[in-house]
């Protein structure tokens, strides 16, 4: 089983997937778009290792085009049977249960709390920020960051930044690792935290 | 208390495939291959490459967009792509080719529209609105086409402007600097930071490690270069030491 390559990535209808292709590439994976639920069926999901969900666009558009395709409950059992997933920015505030960025948009509600709005200097935040965390594999990393939202406080928080206000830069809760910044944009020191997840 | 790194970017003005870079926008000269080019910036511990094709609205660009995606294959760190790009169609081209953001000028002058259309349609973290700068009778003025037609309209109107319809960074070049070597044009970047609500880019001028560090004190979130590492002048670590040296916080790559 060591040897599967393939990472199913959920397209999420938002914004270009050909920094992740790249990266997950460049770190010795295979990447394979999936578009809907019928692209991974009983079958052919054991020929995963894991799953990423990309994280470009607005909160409520990627609710939306997940429930359209049939790919939030795809998500909500891989979380469930406690495979191995990987969210990057809204692919991590989707597993929230709401955002400020659209509200009455639910959102998949696996884990307790809200995004909101960060108080930050400048809007959007973008740029390069070092983790505060005290896990080896991300404490004290330089990685880059492109947002407007957040989740602030919560209890599987992993690391932390501050920009103006401080927020979650991590979650980790049974087999979902994910990353409020992007790792597939963040050098060598973001492909080292995308190893770790996925191998 | 984390807080954002201050970026150093290194452009590649590109024409026909390869790099070029002129004084003054002008007398282009070629500086080598834009994907070997942009590796080894990236080695050397820059922060983005910008890829600014500047004589597209000049000519054709037809195969800029394989360039695009050699590059953006290679890299790690964030790409963003501008020049030549006039409509909502060029911007989907171009980030569909591979670039994380695209940079907008002559256009974003043109059809303010677009500013908004691309900030809904992808969010303001994809676009960067690039103004050059000149000064004409000790007045700011915006320029377009590559520096070549004045425009008539105050810079800092038109910052606020684009912050307004959705931009989410500007690079904001002062061509009276530009391939000058004199540094940076600090007191326009102060004046600027200071007011504005989204990362403002310094550029031109620059062509030593001092220059970054005289523009991040003078308040910018973030300084292109082009020449001064092409020349092989100095590299991006040796200005990132200079930096580390003044106590200005840079990315540990």
């Keep these: 089983m060591t040897d599967i390559k393939k990472v199913a990535v959920i397209d999420t209808g938002a914004g270009n997937l050909f920094s992740l292709f790249s990266c997950l590439k460049r770190i010795g994976l295979e990447p394979v778009m999936i578009s809907q639920a019928s692209d991974i069926d009983k079958q052919s999901e054991k020929q995963f290792k894991a799953m990423v969900i990309p994280g470009q666009g607005r909160f409520g558009s990627v609710m939306q085009r997940l429930n359209d395709n049939g790919l939030s409950k795809v998500i909500i059992d891989w979380y469930l049977q406690d495979r191995t997933i990987v969210g990057i920015c809204v692919g991590l505030q989707i597993f929230f249960q709401s955002s400020e960025e659209d509200l009455g948009v639910e959102g998949l509600g696996l884990l307790e709390g809200r995004v909101t709005k960060l108080n930050s200097p400048k809007q959007p935040m973008v740029g390069w920020c070092s983790l505060n965390s005290d896990i080896p594999f991300l404490s004290d990393r330089d990685v880059y960051f492109v947002n407007s939202y957040a989740v602030k406080e919560s209890r599987f928080a992993t690391s932390l930044v501050s920009y103006g206000d401080e927020f979650s830069a991590s979650i980790q809760s049974k087999g979902l690792t994910a990353f409020q910044f992007h790792p597939e944009k963040s050098g060598k020191q973001g492909e080292e935290i995308l190893k770790q997840c996925l191998n | ?253």
Excluded at chain 2, 45 to 66: P, Q, V
Excluded at chain 2, 181 to 191: P, Q, S
């Design chain 2, 1 to 253: 208390m984390s807080k954002l790194k201050s970026r150093v970017i290194v452009c590649l003005d590109v024409a026909n495939g390869r790099v070029v870079k002129g004084v003054n926008f002008k007398g282009l000269k070629d500086m080598g291959d834009p994907v070997e080019l942009a590796i080894n910036y990236q080695e050397q511990g820059a922060d983005e490459i910008m890829f600014l094709d500047i004589k597209a609205t000049l000519e054709n660009r037809k195969n800029a967009l394989d360039t695009v995606t050699n590059v953006a294959k290679n890299l790690s760190i964030p790409f963003t792509v501008g020049g030549g790009l006039n409509s909502y169609g060029d911007v989907v081209a171009f980030l569909d080719a591979g670039a994380d953001k695209v940079a907008l000028n002559t256009a974003a002058v043109k059809t303010p529209d677009l500013i908004d259309q691309i900030a809904i349609g992808f969010g303001s973290q994809c676009l960067v609105v690039a103004i050059d700068v000149n000064q004409v009778n000790e007045q700011y003025q915006v320029f377009i086409n590559g520096g070549h037609t004045p425009t008539h309209k105050d810079p800092f109107k038109w910052i606020s402007e684009v912050e307004q319809r959705g931009a989410g960074e500007i690079l904001l070049t002062a061509m009276h600097k530009d391939g000058t070597g004199e540094g940076f044009d600090n007191d326009l970047m102060a004046k600027v930071c200071q007011k504005s609500s989204i990362q403002i880019i310094a550029s031109g001028g620059a062509s030593n490690a001092q220059d970054f560090v005289d523009t991040f004190k003078a308040g910018s979130d973030a300084a292109l270069a082009a020449g001064m590492f092409h020349r092989g002048e100095t590299t991006v670590s040796k200005v990132k030491e200079k930096l580390i040296q003044n106590s200005i916080e840079v990315r540990k790559c």
